[in-house]
């Protein structure tokens, strides 16, 4: 059983960045819906014991085209909305730590570079999607963006995604409306990196 994520903060606990409708809806609706599909699909495909980033990295081995793309989107949706939830908080530390914040200076040069790379992958992200920040095990950093609930792992690159940036309309709509970017500049108001350095540390052992 693949579990939804618990949200440590209340519905309305990261505004007024992102709005209590809004957590409500892609939380309880949204996320809610894509790990109950999910669930669904991965027991019709017998992947239901598998790691959800282990499944996502095999989908080739599923031969049915049908259950393939639905696990690919429903398990895409299901993953990247856990990672999306759990790096949010109402107190976030505004700056990574240790192995994460050199690699990230080393690299894009600064913080704020690799936020301006996010948001710029984020930003120029055609229709729905979402931008990444991953890293593979050796610790190399990649900013990317994927289309619908494509993510790294399911693109078979091999890397995991630390940060998740939701550019869905479902994920700003409400409040921010056709300003996407203006929703974008308030998720990184509320992006733990503290979060985000914790699973930089797991992936890179
Ligand atoms: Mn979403």
Known sequence: MFEQVKLAYEVNGLEPHIDQLTVETHYGKHHATYTKTFNELAEKAGMADLDVEELLASLDKVSDETLRKGLRNQGGGYYNHNLYF????????????GKLADKINETFGSLE??????????AGQFGSGWSF????????????????????ISEGT?????????VWEHA?????KNLRADYIKEFFEVLDWNAVSALYDKVTG
Request: charge should be positive.
């Open 133 to 152: 920040l991953s890293a593979d095990k050796e610790g190399n950093l990649f900013v990317t963006a994927s289309p619908n609930q494509d993510n790294p």
């Open 158 to 166: 091999g890397r995991i995604p630390i940060l998740a940036l939701d």
């Open 172 to 176: 700003y709509y409400l409040k921010y």
């Open 113 to 122: 570079e690799v936020i301006d790379k996010l948001s710029k992958a984020a």
């Open 86 to 97: 759990k790096t949010l908080s109402p107190n976030p530390a505004k700056a990574p730590t």
